[in-house]
């Protein structure tokens, strides 16, 4: 029996170093959470798609200056910013209780900058709570096998200023497509359970520094997340500021012009034009980039013709006005059906005023009035020869 007692005793003891290892890990874990806690948001917005839910890191105490990703904003160029509330010293983690207090907790944000490329936004707020610390950014990008943390708003929870855990896999230079476009950047690859919600959420090291920003989840493999290296984050910090574009509907809605939603989304106006009748012109509710260039389209359809009429003709006045037009040219498009779409297409940028976007919008309309008429010369003598016939046998 004794020589029992002799054996238990180690792994007794062995037993008791890991109970107290653990608990300290639990400890570091739960004042690592305070400490991150305190510089993350809930970051709400409305865009042309409804209101987007995510999650911010404030990053400059002086400046209110708070980090998100691009797709979380959108094309809004405002958001209401929640930083957390406590009971009882405890984080009030239920989302009705914001919705509720919106007057008091809220804040109003100012998107001041977006970068698609890397999928980031810098948000300036209307005010800090004074309990609000920045992060600090870490000097360098993390590295695989490193232990990181997270906090976010996932959509698929009922709470918010939830806690995740995980391990870099690995950092590099990574290009792709998510549904708000494409993107390259430097990635911090994570095994981290991460969720829709938490896009735009710190990840941080273990000594509560910032080493990137939560951006998308794989839908290849379970268990990979990325989030933009903090490297990234620096120098969209340090570049020059370019504005997030104006949502369409504000913008059109500020001109003398017309505007109707159309069945697809996208918007449409009638444009007058005094020789040629009133001509649909139609405007993109999405944005298009390349780099830090955002553009919207602007289009109209100048007729729809069967294969046989895409003559050589037709095919050299088109390419001759789109020689001569200062902003835009002509597209030829197959509907599938057997005939060719001839339409008139501009660009202009997402971040114009309502009078640019008006002149680009009567513009468009104007050159496409003007060649359907220019395309139509044999139909319409032909309807005259008919009507002269149709006269003078009555």
């Given at each position: ?54 999650t ?8 209110r ?12 160029r ?24 919106v ?159 159309h ?7 009638k ?5 040629d ?6 405007v ?9 260039t ?34 835009g ?5 197959s ?60």
């Open positions: 029996m004794s020589a029992f007692r002799l054996n238990l005793r180690p792994l007794t003891l062995l037993a008791a170093l890991a109970v107290i290892a653990t608990a300290e890990v639990a400890r570091a874990d739960a004042a690592l959470y305070r400490q991150v806690l305190d510089a993350t948001t809930w970051v709400l917005s409305k865009n042309s798609e409804g209101t987007s839910s995510g911010g890191v404030l990053v400059d105490a002086e400046k200056l708070m980090i998100t990703n691009a797709h979380v904003v959108g094309d809004s405002s958001a209401v910013i929640f930083f957390r509330d406590l009971k009882d010293d405890k984080p009030i983690v239920e989302k009705k209780h914001y919705l509720d207090n007057r008091k907790l809220g804040v109003r944000g100012r998107i001041v900058a977006i970068d698609r490329k890397r999928d980031l936004a810098l948000v300036e707020l209307e005010k800090l709570p004074e309990f609000a610390k920045a992060l600090e950014l870490a000097a360098d990008s993390t590295g695989p096998g490193e232990s990181i943390d997270s906090i976010g708003n996932p959509g698929a929870s009922d709470a918010l200023w939830v806690y995740t855990s995980g391990k870099v896999r690995s950092v590099y230079v990574k290009e792709f497509r998510t549904g708000a476009g494409e993107h390259e950047f430097r990635v911090v690859e994570t095994q981290s359970p991460l969720n829709t919600g938490d896009s735009g959420g710190p990840i941080v090291s273990q000594d509560g520094k910032l080493v990137g920003v939560v951006q998308a989840i794989s839908k290849k493999g379970s268990l990979i997340s990325y989030g933009v290296d903090i490297n990234e984050v620096k120098e969209f910090l340090a570049s020059d500021w370019k504005p997030a574009p104006l949502p369409i509907a504000d913008v059109l809605a500020k001109t003398e012009l017309k505007a109707e939603k069945e697809s989304g996208h918007f449409t106006v444009i007058a034009t005094e020789k009748g009133d001509q649909e012109v139609f993109t509710k999405d944005t298009e980039y390349y780099g830090r955002d553009v919207r389209k602007v289009w109209s359809l100048a007729a729809s013709i069967e294969s046989k009429e895409l003559t050589e003709e037709t095919m050299r006045k088109l390419l001759e006005q789109s020689a001569r037009t200062k902003l040219g002509w597209s030829v498009e509907d599938g059906q057997g005939k060719y779409l001839l339409i008139y297409v501009s660009k202009v940028d997402a971040t114009a005023t309502p009078d640019s976007l008006a002149s680009i919008l009567e513009y468009t309309g104007k050159i496409t009035a003007a060649m359907k008429k220019e395309l139509e010369p044999k139909k319409a003598a032909q309807e005259a020869s008919d009507t002269l016939q149709d006269w003078l046998s009555e």
